[in-house]
């Protein structure tokens, strides 16, 4: 999972503007994930293939071009058949907070050049241990599982803890990298920080 370190300022961020290098037409995708955790888009990479065939994200065809942005913080899913197949982002740093509804399945990630703690994504309207992060490997399989609690008083603070509220999560996101978010409640917001300049 992966989310844009540098966004464009003011608008939400094309996700063209995700150049692949060293990767071969079509070998590395992207899949765009709705509130159930359901695929709801897959599109693959092609390289500048000349003029009426720019460098982008297009479905398995390589014809209709994904058209898809994403707003401060949002993530996708990337996967490549090959090794060595990097990604890069642009556009500006984010300075300011930005906050997303994450009610049922929601990718937020680190949206700024500098490592983030997670206890930095703060989470507002939800009732302690009802909403959780989940932390993916390579393969897709959850690596960790943790829970938002309010701040219970000296001792307590808020944050991202293990089912009994106990052992602090304590993941750093490294810029562009993204966890999931799943909310049992509506109207639940996570607040993505930004960089203080």
């Known amino acids: ?68 942005s994403l707003k401060a913080g949002e993530s996708v899913f990337f996967y490549t058949e090959e090794a060595g197949v990097t ?28 490592v983030l703690n997670i206890d930095d994504f703060t989470v507002q309207g939800a009732t302690d241990s009802k909403t959780s992060i989940q932390v993916l490997d390579a393969d897709g399989q959850t690596t960790g599982m943790y829970y938002w609690y309010n701040d219970g008083g000296p001792g307590y603070p808020a944050g991202w803890f293990d089912a009994a509220g106990l052992v602090s999560a304590g993941i750093a996101l490294e810029p562009g990298e993204s966890v999931f978010f799943y909310s049992e409640e509506p109207g639940v917001t996570a607040t993505v920080p930004g960089v203080s300049l």
Request: aromatic share 12%.
């Open 1 to 68: 999972m992966a989310t844009p370190a540098f966004s464009d300022m003011g608008k939400d961020y094309p996700i063209d503007n995700f150049t692949v290098q060293g990767a071969t037409d079509s070998k590395t995708s992207i899949q765009v994930l709705d509130a159930d955790g359901q695929t709801t888009g897959m599109y693959y990479w092609y390289n500048d293939g000349g003029p009426g065939y720019p460098a982008g994200w297009f479905d398995a065809a390589g014809l209709v071009s994904a058209g898809i």
């Open 87 to 114: 990604i890069q982002s642009a556009g500006q740093v984010i300075t300011t907070d930005t906050t997303n509804p994450v009610s049922g399945f929601k990718m937020l990630g680190n949206c700024t050049p500098v």
